[in-house]
C-alpha cells in the first residue's frame, strides 16, 4: 500500500467523530451526481462509511479534507446526509411517477433532517442545508412549512442569498409576486448591495413585470459581480433593452 493511502485510511477514522450518532448511510451517486456535487459533499462522502469504498474513495488529498472539516465545523459530521438528500431532491423532481417522486422526497427529508440535527443554527452552513429541506417540504406540497425554515434560516444567517432566492420562487410560485421581489430587495439590503444571484433574482422579476430599466440595471449588476449563465441578458436583449 503507497504511503498516501496507508496515510488516508488512518485519517478515515479520525474524521468519523465518535460522538456522532451511527446512522445507515447507503447513498450512491451517479456519476453525473458527482460532478456536479459541491467540493464540500465530495470531500465528506469519501470519508462516509460508504463513500470509503467507492471508487471516489482516494480523490481528495487529506489536507483538503481537513480545510472542509474545519471550515464546516458542528456541520461536518453528518453533512454527507445533506448532500445525499440535495440528490434525492433532483431525483424526486425527475420521478415519472407520483409514488416514486413521493418516497424519494420521503428519503430527501429523513437524511435533510438527520443533517440538521448536528448542525447548530449559528453555523453558516446551516442556512444552506435548511434551504435544500425548504424546497423539498415545499415540493411535498408544503409551502408554508418551507416558508416557515426559510424565515428561520434567514433569521440565524441574514447574509446567505440563497434562502432570499429561495423564499422568492416559493412565493412567485404561489402568485405573491409583489412579496416574492420584496424578498429579494430585503435580501439585497442584508448583504450590504447583494450578491451575482440576487440581482440576476431581481432582474428576472423586474423583467416579468415589464419594468425594463430596473431589470436591465440588475443585470448589469449581476454580470458584473461574475454571474455566469446567459439567460437574463439574452431575454433582455429580446426584449429590446441589450446590456
Not at 223 to 233: D, H
Request: hydrophobic share 40%; charged share 20%.
Amino acid at each position: 500500500m503507497t504511503k498516501f493511502r496507508s496515510g488516508f485510511l488512518l485519517a478515515l477514522a479520525l474524521w468519523a467523530p465518535a460522538s456522532l450518532p451511527q446512522a445507515m448511510f447507503n447513498f450512491y451517486p451517479t456519476d453525473s451526481e458527482w460532478l456536479t456535487w459541491p467540493e464540500y459533499c465530495q470531500a465528506r462522502y469519501v470519508v462516509s462509511s460508504t463513500g470509503r469504498t467507492s471508487k471516489w474513495a482516494y480523490t481528495f488529498q487529506p489536507a483538503k479534507i481537513e480545510t472542509w472539516q474545519k471550515a464546516l465545523g458542528s456541520c461536518w459530521g453528518l453533512l454527507h446526509h445533506q448532500c445525499a438528500g440535495a440528490a434525492h431532491l433532483s431525483r424526486a423532481k425527475a420521478a415519472t411517477s407520483a409514488s416514486d417522486k413521493r418516497f424519494k422526497l420521503s428519503l430527501a427529508e429523513d437524511e435533510l433532517s438527520l443533517a440538521r440535527s448536528e448542525c447548530r443554527s449559528d453555523n453558516p452552513f446551516s442556512a444552506t442545508l435548511d434551504t435544500t429541506l425548504a424546497m423539498v417540504l415545499a415540493e411535498k406540497g408544503d409551502t408554508s412549512g418551507g416558508l416557515d425554515v426559510l424565515d428561520s434560516a434567514m433569521q440565524n444567517n441574514p447574509t446567505y442569498d440563497g434562502a432570499y432566492i429561495a423564499k422568492s420562487i416559493l412565493l412567485s410560485r404561489a402568485g405573491k409576486k409583489s412579496e416574492a421581489r420584496d424578498v429579494l430587495l430585503k435580501g439585497e439590503d442584508a448583504i450590504s448591495g447583494g450578491t451575482a444571484e440576487l440581482h440576476n433574482a431581481l432582474g428576472l422579476s423586474y423583467l416579468s413585470t415589464k419594468e425594463y430599466e430596473k431589470a436591465r440595471d440588475h443585470a448589469r449588476r449581476a454580470y458584473s459581480l461574475g454571474y455566469q449563465l446567459p439567460g437574463l441578458r439574452n431575454k433582455l436583449a429580446r426584449a429590446g433593452y441589450p446590456l
